[in-house]
T-cell receptor, first 115, second 113 residues
Framework: EAGVAQSPRYKIIEKRQSVAFWCNPISGHATLYWYQQILGQGPKLLIQ????????DSQLPKDRFSAERLKGVDSTLKIQPAKLEDSAVYLC?????????????FGEGSRLTVL | AQKVTQAQTEISVVEKEDVTLDCVYETRDTTYYLFWYKQPPSGELVFLIRRNSFDEQNEISGRYSWNFQKSTSSFNFTITASQVVDSAVYFCALRRSSYKLIFGSGTRLLVRP
């Protein structure tokens, strides 16, 4: 079974530029998550989708971050304009269920460096 | 409020030593789930174990064991006879029944040959 795929693995941009990350979850997984992991910290949830609807985006900085999950499969996370503090690894995860019993499967992440 | 504390930032041991990673959590819910994930240098978070709040039975899986104690709000993870391949960052996480997974800050484990 293929795992969660993410691209690009690495991206370096200058502040105020824009960037987009792509995620393809495990086939059949209805729930998709984007997490931000700043160096030395645990992952923090940015947004959670159930199929193509948003379940939780309370910690998404909506003035600069946006995410979509068209057709309930792939997802794209965009940052525009980027700030220095956005330097982090952006992890995508998927699960079969939304509730507490659902194990999350993570991709390898997209490492963003903002100069 | 929910919170997960991993007080050990980094642990270094010599191969074959036993090591325990501590995890303390805070929640007012009676139903919740606790997790441990491993993050090797490749960056991918690998699921290790899930425990629900009604199951305090300790679990052993090979060299790994977990001690869940509701009385002290702790969910500690022990690796017996550590190996170099165990070197990674380990995260403890907490989840209410239908809410987001909250991670601790992680413990970096270095196993030296």
């Amino acid at each position: 079974e293929a795992g969660v795929a993410q691209s690009p693995r690495y991206k370096i941009i200058e502040k105020r530029q824009s960037v987009a990350f792509w995620c393809n979850p495990i086939s059949g997984h209805a729930t998709l998550y984007w997490y931000q992991q700043i160096l030395g910290q645990g992952p923090k949830l940015l947004i959670q989708f159930q199929n193509n609807g948003v379940v939780d985006d309370s910690q998404l900085p909506k003035d600069r971050f946006s995410a979509e999950r068209l057709k309930g499969v792939d997802s794209t996370l965009k940052i525009q304009p980027a700030k220095l503090e956005d330097s982090a690894v952006y992890l995508c995860a998927s699960s079969t269920v939304t509730g507490g019993t659902g194990e999350l499967f993570f991709g390898e992440g997209s490492r963003l460096t903002v100069l | 409020a929910q919170k997960v504390t991993q007080a050990q930032t980094e642990i270094s041991v010599v191969e074959k030593e036993d090591v325990t990673l501590d995890c303390v959590y805070e929640t007012r819910d009676t139903t919740y789930y606790l997790f441990w994930y491993k993050q090797p240098p490749s960056g991918e978070l690998v699921f290790l174990i899930r425990r629900n709040s009604f199951d305090e039975q300790n679990e052993i899986s090979g060299r790994y064991s977990w001690n869940f104690q509701k009385s002290t709000s702790s969910f500690n993870f022990t690796i017996t006879a550590s190996q170099v391949v165990d070197s990674a960052v380990y995260f403890c996480a907490l989840r209410r029944s239908s809410y987001k997974l909250i991670f601790g800050s992680g413990t970096r484990l270095l196993v030296r040959p």
